[in-house]
């Protein structure tokens, strides 16, 4: 994701990166070149021969008006789920800090188990980070871990849910050396679930895109649009025809290829969100309470008075 400054348009007016100019050229370029055919030709026609290619332009103002409530449909469509994106990625942030803190506190009398929890909680993001991708890789800290584990978990089909079961399993086995209850289990068991929820969430927005048949409809429609807008403009604009079919085509395939660009926002591209900043900012916050001076001390969490 590019930072910016949104009351500064000096900062951001001219700039080419993240623009999608790069994306659309080629087909503004398209219909730029068409509108210099139509009308060198209508001039030509028009000053020899009287025969002019002008046509009406009730049909073109129609069509823009329908053509325009598709494209803020197909814009709103995606950056929906943009911002689902951002939201399931805030709450898997909070949740990461939800139990490396309940991991602190009431693991305290398990060292061994207290760290691996909060690191296998930290590498969970890299990891949901990965299967969005395409990719599988777990955190840097997770080279505190060990190896066999790791091992098995970047074998598994699924990092994500082989990190989760990694977690439960901390967890359980301080249950059955009775340094926490049942009860404490099932919350902090809640808490993993809610992981789980978050990346089948982000699989759900990441695997089903806009339906075919609107996109096709979609796209048919804005180049014939862009391409019959010179005959509409060239009777009264003339040579400012080819300015003019810039303008439309230019903007119309802006707005288009901003809703394919935000539709799923776990990519690689330059309007995507940052996941690598996120799963950076979540594990330095969890190795800073794994790291912190002010370890809990050993508390009786069974609940029957040991």
Request: charged share 20%; proline share 5%; with cysteine.
């Amino acid at each position: 994701m590019i930072e910016y400054d949104p009351h500064n348009w000096r900062s951001h007016l001219l700039d080419i990166r993240g623009s999608l100019l790069p994306e659309i050229v080629g087909r503004v370029a398209t219909c730029v070149g068409w509108s210099v055919i139509v009308t060198v030709a209508h001039e030509f026609l028009d000053s020899r021969y009287q025969i002019s290619l002008a046509v009406p332009v009730m049909v073109h103002t129609l069509v823009g008006t329908a053509l325009g409530l598709l494209l803020v449909f197909r814009t709103n469509a995606s950056y929906d789920k943009f911002w689902e994106g951002r939201k399931l990625w805030g709450g898997m942030v909070n949740e990461c800090r939800n139990i490396a803190r309940q991991a602190n506190a009431l693991l305290g009398a398990a060292p061994e188990l207290r760290k691996h929890t909060i690191l296998w909680t930290a590498a969970f993001p890299y990891a949901a980070m990965s299967a969005l991708r395409g990719t599988r890789g777990l955190s840097p800290s997770s080279s505190d871990l060990p190896k066999h584990e790791v091992e098995e978990v970047l074998a598994a089909q699924h990092l994500p849910s082989a990190i989760t079961a990694k977690i439960t399993a901390q967890i359980l086995s301080a249950r059955d050396q009775q340094i926490i209850s049942d009860y404490l289990v099932g919350m902090v068991d809640h808490n993993i679930n809610l992981l789980i929820d978050y990346i089948g969430a982000c699989e759900r927005i990441h695997r089903t895109p806009v339906p075919y048949a609107y996109v096709v409809h979609l796209r048919r429609a804005l180049f014939l649009y862009c391409l019959t807008i010179p005959f509409a403009m060239v009777g009264d604009l003339h040579w400012w025809t080819i300015g003019g079919t810039f303008m439309v085509a230019y903007i119309f395939f802006g707005i288009e290829e901003i809703g394919v660009e935000i539709e799923d926002p776990f990519g690689f591209d330059e309007n995507d969100l940052p996941l690598e900043r996120y799963c950076h900012t979540i594990e330095a916050n969890l190795l800073a309470v794994l790291n912190s001076s002010q370890v809990a001390a050993p508390v009786d969490a069974t609940g029957d008075g040991r």
